[in-house]
C-alpha cells in the first residue's frame, strides 16, 4: 500500500481552517488539520513544501515510523509549525488504518474506556451580569461544565469576550488588533464573577477560568488562592508556561486546580510540569501536539502523576480534531474534559461529522476511521482570509501576553 498524492485544503467557511487530505493507491483516504490560527500560511508551505514531496510512496501503515521520520528527519525540531505538519500527518494516517480496519479510532486505541465525553462551553459577557447571564444559558443547554469570562472595568477588550453569543472568535481582523490590559483591575474583578456565579448558581455545575498567560507567577498564585473558596474545576494559562519552575510558586500558595497546554507541541514542554506534579490538567490537542501518536505519550506521562487531559477545542481547531479528539477522549483512561466552543453551521457544512451533542456531553460515532469528512466542492466556495489574533499592551504601552 503506498501514499499516491497528498494536498493541502485551506477554507474560510467563518475562519480559516487548514486540513490535509492524504490519498492511497487502493483509493481510501484521511485527513487531517494542520490549522494555526493566524499563522496559517506557514504551516501550508511546510506541508506542500516539505512534507508532501517525502510522503509520495510511503506506505500510509507505518504511523509510527512516519512521525518518526517527519520529526527526526526535520532536524530542526519542535514548535507550532513543524508539529501542526506533523499532526496532520499523524491524524490522517490513524484515519486510513480506521477505514482500513472497518474500525472507529477509538477501537483502534484499545477501545471505550466511556460513552460520553463531558465537554466545558465558553459563557461571556461584557460585565458581571452579563456572564453570570451567558452561563445560565449554558446550564440550559445542559453543559455541566462551563468556562466564565468577563469583561473588566477599564480595560479595552479583555480576554475571551465575544461580540456574538456563542462564538467568540479572536482572530478578528487583517492585522493584529490592540487589547489592554491590567492585572490589578483583573486581580480585583474575577474573584467578584465567581463569587456571583456560585451565589446564583450554587456548587452543581463544574465552573472554569482562563487566566490566557497574563499574570506573573506570584499574581497567579493570588488569584489562585482568591478563588479557593469558588471551588474552579481548573485556572487555566495562569501564567506564560515556558518556564514550568514558575508554576511551583503558584502550586505552594493555592489548591485551585490548575490546567495549561493549548500552546504546547511536544511532550518536553510538558515533562517537568506532569514529573513535579506542577498542574492537574494537560491541555495538549490532537492538531497542536503531534498528532495522535504523540498525545497518546504525552497522556500516558500524565497518568503516572494522576494528571489529567483537558484538550483545548476553541473554533479554530477544525472540526477535524475536535471528531479526532473524541476518539481520543473516549479512549484515554486518564480523561479528564474536553473544551467544546462549536463552531458555525457553515463550518458544520464543510466537515460533515459524526459526533453529536446531548446534555452536556459530546459522542463519537462508530465510522471507520475519526468520523469527519471535507466537502470540497463547499470548501471551496469560502476562500482564505488573512486573520490574526491580536496583542495585547498595557496601559502604559508595554508589549504584554495576550
Ligand atoms: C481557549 C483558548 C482560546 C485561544 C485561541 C487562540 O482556552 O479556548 O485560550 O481562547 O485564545 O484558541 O487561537
Ligand atoms: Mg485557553
Redesign the pocket.
Known amino acids: 500500500m503506498k501514499i499516491q498524492a497528498a494536498r493541502v485544503i485551506v477554507t474560510c467557511p467563518g475562519r480559516n481552517f487548514v486540513t490535509l487530505k492524504i490519498e492511497t493507491d487502493q483509493g481510501v483516504y484521511g485527513i487531517g488539520d494542520a490549522t494555526l490560527?493566524?499563522r496559517e500560511l506557514a504551516v501550508v508551505s511546510y506541508l506542500e513544501d516539505h512534507v508532501i514531496p517525502c510522503l509520495i510512496g510511503m506506505d500510509p501503515r507505518r504511523i509510527e515510523d512516519i512521525w518518526q521520520y517527519l520529526y527526526r528527519g526535520a532536524y530542526w525540531r519542535r514548535g507550532p509549525v513543524t508539529m501542526r505538519a506533523i499532526s496532520a500527518v499523524d491524524t490522517a494516517l490513524w484515519d486510513i488504518k480506521g477505514k482500513m480496519a472497518g474500525m472507529p479510532v477509538y477501537d483502534l486505541l484499545g477501545g471505550r474506556s466511556r460513552d460520553g465525553i463531558m465537554v466545558y462551553g465558553?459563557a461571556n459577557g461584557g460585565d458581571i451580569e452579563e456572564t453570570v447571564d451567558a452561563v445560565g444559558s449554558y446550564i440550559d443547554m445542559g453543559y455541566k461544565a462551563i468556562?466564565a469570562q468577563t469583561g473588566v472595568p477599564g480595560i479595552k477588550d479583555a480576554?475571551?469576550v465575544g461580540r456574538g453569543k456563542l462564538f467568540?472568535e479572536?482572530?478578528d481582523a487583517a492585522l493584529p488588533s490592540v487589547t489592554g490590559w491590567d492585572t490589578r483591575k483583573a486581580l480585583n474583578h474575577v474573584p467578584k464573577l465567581f463569587e456571583k456565579l456560585r451565589a446564583t448558581y450554587g456548587f452543581d455545575h463544574h465552573l472554569l477560568h482562563?487566566g490566557?498567560h497574563r499574570y506573573t507567577p506570584q499574581e497567579a498564585a493570588n488569584l489562585g488562592k482568591m478563588l479557593e473558596p469558588y471551588q474552579l474545576f481548573w485556572l487555566?494559562?495562569c501564567t506564560p508556561a515556558e518556564n514550568q519552575e514558575a508554576f511551583k510558586l503558584v502550586r505552594q500558595h493555592t489548591v485551585t486546580p490548575l490546567a495549561v497546554g493549548?500552546i504546547f507541541n511536544t511532550i518536553w514542554d510538558c515533562k517537568d510540569l506532569i514529573q513535579n506534579q506542577l498542574i492537574d490538567f494537560i491541555?495538549c490537542t490532537v492538531v497542536g501536539a503531534g498528532g495522535i501518536t504523540h498525545l497518546r505519550r504525552i497522556a500516558d506521562l500524565a497518568a503516572l502523576y494522576q494528571v489529567r487531559t483537558g484538550s483545548?477545542?476553541?473554533?479554530?481547531?477544525s472540526p477535524v480534531t475536535m471528531g479526532a479528539a473524541l476518539h481520543f477522549d473516549t479512549w484515554v483512561p486518564n480523561f479528564g474534559i474536553q473544551?467544546y466552543?462549536r463552531h458555525t453551521p457553515e463550518t458544520d457544512e464543510v466537515f460533515p461529522h459524526d459526533y453529536r451533542f446531548e446534555a452536556g456531553e459530546m459522542f463519537v460515532g462508530d465510522t471507520p476511521g475519526h468520523g469527519v469528512d471535507i466537502d470540497e466542492t463547499l470548501a471551496a466556495k469560502y476562500p482564505y482570509k488573512p486573520a490574526y489574533?491580536p496583542v495585547a499592551r498595557l496601559e502604559d504601552g508595554t508589549m504584554w501576553n495576550?
Open positions: 490560527n493566524g465558553h468556562r480576554y475571551g467568540y479572536p482572530a482562563d490566557h487555566e494559562d493549548e491541555r483545548h477545542g476553541a473554533t479554530d481547531l473544551e466552543m489574533l495576550w
